[in-house]
């Protein structure tokens, strides 16, 4: 039986550990979509790796580009392509969602650390507060465009934003069409330390390589790099996907989507 430690100071058994976490030859590494549009004749892509929803995503999130309702750190202008992975084609009219901790590690709506309250599947919202959680649909070009701030930490995870995609206005658990993570290098939480209010984060640090979810989603391949834009940063990402299948979905690292199962539509 496999027993991980995650989230809480609290063991959880798997219900689902006979799954395998196999990591699938073709999703291991992330294209550079306009690399491969610069060199002509190449149409070999990548799927980007995904890993499980978590347990903190509210399905009534806003459409809205500026998350932050005022809530204040370094601030992240963060646009995303999505494309086809067959041919790096842009995606239009999917729904992408994002959400990420404030700095001081605290997701808005939600009881943390609920897994024995919610122990399957998505928590039942608290408030009515949605801070740093929205969405957007993506334009003709494929693209999306948030306004954030650089997430702070909490216990057992790596800062991270997440990202979970629809190819129409859902947030129906069994289609999802892509759900991932976007991390940040190494060193950032640290860096974050230093300035408010940061500072004022006191939660227990975990850095990248001291993440099981990084670790089993292949986080390197998904970290942002991230450009001095005002007094915050710009960082832009290609998500490359398969738009002919659907993703189950997850609330445990260990069940891996990839290998839950991928409905053909
Ligand atoms: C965010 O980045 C996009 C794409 O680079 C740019 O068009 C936009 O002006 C930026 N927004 C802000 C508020 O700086
Ligand atoms: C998507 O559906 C929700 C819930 O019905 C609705 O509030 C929202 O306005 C819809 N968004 C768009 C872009 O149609």
């Not at 995503?57 to 500026?66: G, Q, V």
């Not at 039942?124 to 306004?147: A, C, H, S």
Request: net charge negative; charged share 20%.
């Amino acid at each position: 039986m496999l027993t991980v430690t995650l989230f809480a100071n609290v063991v959880l058994v798997s219900s689902h550990s006979e799954r395998s976490i196999e990591i699938l030859n073709h999703d291991a590494t992330v294209i550079d979509c306009a690399r491969y549009k610069r060199e002509a004749n190449q149409h070999k892509c990548v799927i980007t790796p995904f890993t499980t929803e978590g347990p903190y995503f509210l399905p009534d999130d806003y459409e809205r580009s500026d998350i932050t309702d005022g809530y204040t750190g370094v601030n992240l202008n963060l646009t995303l392509l999505l494309t086809n992975a067959k041919d790096c084609s842009p995606l239009s009219n999917y729904y992408v969602h994002i959400w990420n901790a404030n700095a001081m590690g605290h997701y808005s709506g939600v009881k943390e650390f609920n897994f024995f309250d919610h122990p399957t599947f998505r928590p039942k919202p608290i408030n009515n507060l949605r801070f740093l959680r929205g969405y957007q649909i993506t334009n003709e070009d494929g693209l999306v465009n948030f306004n954030t701030i650089i997430p702070g930490w909490y216990f057992g995870r790596c800062i991270h934003i997440h990202v979970e995609i629809y190819d129409k206005n859902t947030t129906d658990g069994h289609a999802v069409s892509y759900i991932g993570q976007l991390y940040f290098n190494r060193e950032m939480p640290a860096a974050l330390k230093l300035i408010d209010p940061y500072s004022q984060n006191n939660n227990e640090l975990t850095l990248n390589d001291q993440d099981i979810v990084f670790a089993l989603s292949r986080g390197s391949d998904t970290i942002l790099e991230l450009i001095p834009e005002g007094n915050g940063y710009s960082a832009s990402y290609v998500l490359s996907i398969d738009p002919t299948v659907k993703v189950e979905n997850s609330v445990l690292p260990f069940e891996d989507p990839r290998n839950v199962s991928f409905i053909e539509h």
